[in-house]
């Protein structure tokens, strides 16, 4: 008797959590319960307190807001992208949408969701019922459906890309097509909530090697862009800027696969780049697409456009195989040359950690540092801006506090600088050199001697990009530091050229921590196959190249 009673309590609980699992699980997608009881429910990967989307539209105005307004009143919000990118005469337009938080949607109730979104002359002819839901037309050749159940894979947000080149690589994230308005206008959505993108643990390889690309100077533009001085100058006809860099790069990452790429500034040509989130997400994408860890620093022009460095590295840290940081907020806040705000010390000082091949120690520490642009106080020095001590203060105190750990790691742990406006170093003609000189180092004209703490705290290589046809790599004074300045060289055509027939290329270089040797070598657009300039800058531990 009693087992009987015992059998019939398990069975009993059984279907009890089963049914209450099954009400869970309906939750979950089309809350069936009340917010009374939902908020206490645990949620799903895809069900956490983000927004949804409920509504959608495009409203166009004049430039001169006398007798119309691009803003809507209400609960809409404006997507702060004119679609003419201001550069209609006359008009301006602007997507709104109105969103509503997740926890708090109710479908019985009446509260909408957008379940899908699509762009062109008529509504798509499709089976697909959500709760009823039929299409509805929105100025701009947009059409959306909506339900009245909350959704895994509803809309949740909405952006505009530009250009016909233009790509999206957000998780979740897909280009529907483009607007009737503006010129090659790209409406985007995200379906479902954001997932953590994925950010992959540097480490040695199991043949003892690190392989890094520097990628300098690509200047890519919102739209392909036109060549700026291309090799050979016949080539020049129809030549598509940032089609042509892509393709080099693309054809250089197959043959190099290296383990990390670095990115050493204006990658965004400011000037001709009026929505730089497009020409971020030309680059990404094919580091995405060959699954290559980057790290991003700015240049000089990256800025330019419509986004400030925080803006772009918020949007670098939130996409895939991006290592990139914004990193400490160093020194007083002071204001850009648009006017914005910004710490004194910039954007993307950070420190990245490659580990052994096995267990977690550091094998090698990789310094990025924000050079800024031009000078904000000239009554100090004209020209470009300088490192300040903020920055410098900033790494030594990073590598004090990592001497004594990496001094336990039983190779030679390697230590690497990256910057993009070279060191007043950089100029010293009596210092060792080889590669090509080509152009006048356009360094800052006031020294902060971020050199000498770099080689004081064990940096091998210094790194910079800027001045496109200088491709040397220089050797300290030897009597001060064991460290070599190098250039990675212009890789994009969106940037100058010149100087007698320079060819876009991208600079290598082989970390091999047991054999405590570095070496470096190019890869020029011209011909990609061949191996340019290998050159040996450490061996056992020393630099070399004055034999």
């Known amino acids: 008797m009693a087992r009987r009673i015992v059998r019939s309590i398990i069975q009993i609980t059984v279907l009890v959590v089963l049914f209450l699992l099954a009400i869970a699980g309906l939750d979950a997608r089309y809350r069936v319960l009340p917010n009374s009881l939902h908020n206490h429910l645990p949620a799903p990967h895809w069900h956490h307190s983000g927004y949804v989307i409920t509504d959608l ?123 009737s308005e503006g010129s090659e206008v790209k409406l985007t959505i995200r379906k479902g909530q954001p997932d953590e993108p994925h950010k992959p643990e540097l480490r040695i390889s199991s043949t003892g090697t690190f392989k890094i690309i520097q990628i300098a100077d690509l200047h890519l533009s919102t739209g392909p862009g036109l060549c700026r001085e291309p090799w050979p100058p016949e080539s020049a006809k129809g030549c598509e800027a940032d089609t042509r860099t892509l393709e080099y790069i693309d054809r250089v990452l197959e043959l190099e696969r290296p383990h990390l790429a670095v990115l050493t500034g204006d990658q965004v040509n400011g000037e001709t780049a009026p929505d730089a989130q497009t020409a971020i997400f030309k680059y990404a994408e094919i580091l995405i697409k060959h699954k290559i860890p980057y790290a991003c620093i700015f240049g000089n022009h990256d800025d330019e456009g419509n986004l400030s460095r925080q803006q772009m590295m918020h949007i670098l840290e939130r996409l895939p195989y991006s290592l990139s940081q914004e990193g400490p907020a160093l020194g007083a806040e002071i204001k850009d040359n648009k006017g914005r705000p910004l710490p004194e010390g910039g954007v993307g ?21 924000d050079t800024h642009s031009r000078s904000l106080n000239e009554k100090i020095a004209k020209g470009y801006d300088w490192v300040k001590e903020s920055q410098i203060n900033w790494y030594r105190g990073e590598a004090e506090r990592l001497k004594v750990q990496h001094d336990k790691y039983p190779y030679m742990h390697f230590n690497l600088a990256f910057i993009h406006i070279p060191l007043p170093e950089y100029k010293d003609k009596e210092n060792y050199f080889f590669g090509s000189w080509r ?12 050199a000498d703490a770099l080689g004081t705290h064990g940096i091998s290589v210094v790194t910079a990009g800027h001045d496109h046809a200088n491709e040397y790599c220089m050797l300290q004074d030897i009597k001060k530091h064991d460290m070599w300045m190098c250039f990675g060289g212009g890789a994009g055509f969106g940037g100058y050229g010149g100087y007698g027939g320079y060819q876009r290329r991208v600079r290598m270089f082989e970390i ?30 020393k630099a070399v190249g004055l034999d």
Request: net charge negative; aromatic share 8%.
């Open 439 to 450: 152009e006048g180092v356009t360094a800052p004209n006031y020294n902060t001697h971020l």
């Open 512 to 541: 091999k921590p047991a054999a405590r040797s570095i070496t470096t070598w190019k890869r020029v657009e011209g011909n990609v196959d061949e191996i340019l300039e290998e050159q040996t800058l450490v061996m056992s531990g």
């Open 349 to 369: 000082n950070y420190l990245i950690e490659v580990l052994a091949h096995e267990g977690s120690h550091s094998a090698m520490s990789l310094y990025f540092f």
């Open 57 to 179: 539209t495009y409203q166009t105005c004049g430039r001169i807001q006398l007798l119309s307004s691009c803003t809507l009143g209400g609960d809409w919000h404006q997507i702060e992208k004119d679609v003419h990118l201001g550069e209609a005469m006359f008009s301006q337009g602007y997507l709104h949408v109105k969103r509503q938080k997740e926890e708090d949607f109710n479908g019985k109730q009446g509260d909408l969701m957008i379940a899908d979104v699509w762009v062109g002359k008529s509504a798509p002819e499709d089976t697909e019922d959500h709760d009823g839901g039929k299409w509805e037309a929105r100025p701009g050749g947009i059409w959306i459906k909506r339900t009245h159940k909350l959704l895994e894979d509803g809309v949740t947000a909405v952006d505009l890309l530009y250009g016909p080149d233009a790509v999206e690589v957000r998780p979740k994230w897909k280009i529907l097509g483009a607007l």
